[in-house]
């Protein structure tokens, strides 16, 4: 298990992707601390150009309940800058999908096992 912490925005024409990479655990909220401001993207104005946002959790290996304040810290940003469809938490590890389901947490997103299927891609 590493211990280090990343991000990326990646916008996918209406779809607002954002990759985490590492262990989400108890520096997440330094970590995360001020990023609307590091990230433009994260700008409530900006929030408005997209249909919807995507976690990619793919690359996340262990992430406690400071990893799941991101995830909500996201999701009110999203909102305040009127954002009503869910956010969508995409290609967890079984570990992180459990923390999630646990926590009652994983009710406040749409989980999706595939990047095609949370970006809305369908299936011929």
């Not at 779809?15 to 520096?27: A, H, R, T, Y």
């Not at 409530?44 to 991101?70: A, H, N």
């Not at 994983?106 to 970006?119: G, I, T, V």
Request: charged residues 25%; positive net charge; hydrophobic residues 40%.
């Amino acid at each position: 298990m590493t211990d280090y912490m990343r991000h990326s925005l990646e916008a996918r024409g209406d779809v607002l992707v954002i990759k985490l990479e590492g262990s989400f655990c108890n520096d997440a909220p330094d970590y995360f601390r001020g990023v609307e401001n590091r990230e433009p993207m994260l700008q409530s104005w900006k929030f408005r150009q997209f249909k919807r946002v995507v976690f990619d959790l793919s690359k996340v290996e262990v992430m406690t309940s400071s990893g799941i304040g991101i995830l909500i810290t996201i999701q009110r940003m999203a909102r305040k800058a009127g954002y009503s469809e869910p956010v969508v938490i995409a290609r967890a590890n079984k570990r992180v999908r459990n923390v999630l389901v646990v926590t009652q947490i994983a009710s406040m997103f749409e989980l999706c096992n595939s990047m095609d299927q949370a970006l809305g891609v369908r299936q011929p």
